[in-house]
């Protein structure tokens, strides 16, 4: 009695261990689907690529506060002793940068700030067109993969008609043959896009700092909204945040150069104390008042010439940049257009799902032959991979552009 009520209990609580371990793994592999405007909002605020965008704007604030600070007094504690007499000395001594190097140190740290908010602007930028762009990836491997499982359930169909055909004498082997080559090439490119699918969840996942399994991509391949004048786009492209980045950092280094010409300038340095002497007693206790100078023989300002050579390099490579944005901004505006012409372009024939059901009525009423049943299921199956693909290539124009222009141009 008691052997089987233990039985009972141990199947109820393998019941109930089974249950819990099956509801794990339902809600492990549930898909975790991602908007694109979401994708774009946690890759700004919760990716390790923002994380370290804004670290970098942070450091290079935490140095302009530690930049351009005067030097620290010294105070020093002395006693000597001769001949029974013995002297103390208590002194604070403080230097006095008046040459204007310190502020000229500052001003040169906040334009390295400048650079580095600049430069953080687009890397922004850059990082909203990266998601854009893997977000794209996902959606046409999901969109691709989606065809191919039709266009191979529509073969699928078709040859189990034939077979039941075959088999009461209706149909010839010949057209189930080459039915089931072509179900078998449709197989290999659903297999090779389902291949993809991994890659393309991974590369979003880690942007936007999301596990990649079961990730999916909400959304579509539509157009973006509409382009801007070519004129703004160039002035955007002009005032990108890189372009401005090295503008900051030219500025920085020169104001770096004339503060370590500075050096040069002797500072004085004035000491304040008191002096103590025991010779007997009363003691005697003094002031102590001394001015002294550095004396530039070693550190003359030649720092200056590094700083002041670096300057020139960036305005050199401010001048490369900027003309080359302006070029990137003009060849992915064209691109944008082609690609848009030709997605439009490609659209407007009629719908090729007419064409396949009036081939497989000419097919049934033994008016058409099976291959050019079959072309007619390959033309409407390539026409819908195309057009995915023209969809894919436009938007990732678009995300090419904002790159190029340092904005997001298209809205």
Known sequence: MQAGLKGAMLLNKSLVLCL???????VAAEPRAVALDEALR??????PSARAIALEVERARSEARATGLWPNPEVSLVREESA????????????????????LEKASARSAVAGAEAAARQ????????????????????ERTAALEAGRSRLGELVEVLRAREREGESSGFDRMRLERELAEVEVDLLETRGRLPGARAVLGALLGLPSDGLVASGSLAARG????????????????????LDAEAES????????????????????????TEAGRPDDRGPVIGVGFSLPLFDRGQGAA?????????????????????????????EVVARREAETAYSTPGDTEDLVTMARAAYEGGEMRILELLDAYRTALEVRLKTIDLHAAARKAEAALDRAAGSEVIR
């Open 20 to 26: 819990v371990l099956g509801s794990t793994a339902a």
């Open 42 to 47: 946690l890759a700004e605020e919760a990716s």
């Open 84 to 103: 029974g007499t013995v002297e103390r000395f208590a002194n604070l001594s403080q230097s006095f940068p008046w040459s204007g190097r310190l502020g």
């Open 123 to 142: 890397a922004r930028v850059n990082l909203r067109a990266r998601v854009r762009e893997s977000f794209i990836d996902l959606v046409q491997a999901q």
């Open 226 to 245: 509409t382009l801007p004048a070519p004129e703004e786009v160039r002035a955007l492209a002009s005032a990108r945040g890189d372009v401005i980045a």
């Open 253 to 276: 280094a020169e104001l770096r150069a004339r503060a370590g010409r500075r050096r040069a300038v002797p500072e004085p340095t004035i000491t304040l104390g008191t002096k103590t």
């Open 306 to 334: 590094p700083a002041r050579m670096l300057g020139a390099l960036l305005r050199a490579r401010r001048a490369a940049l900027a003309g080359l944005a302006a070029a990137e901004a003009e060849a992915a505006y064209a």
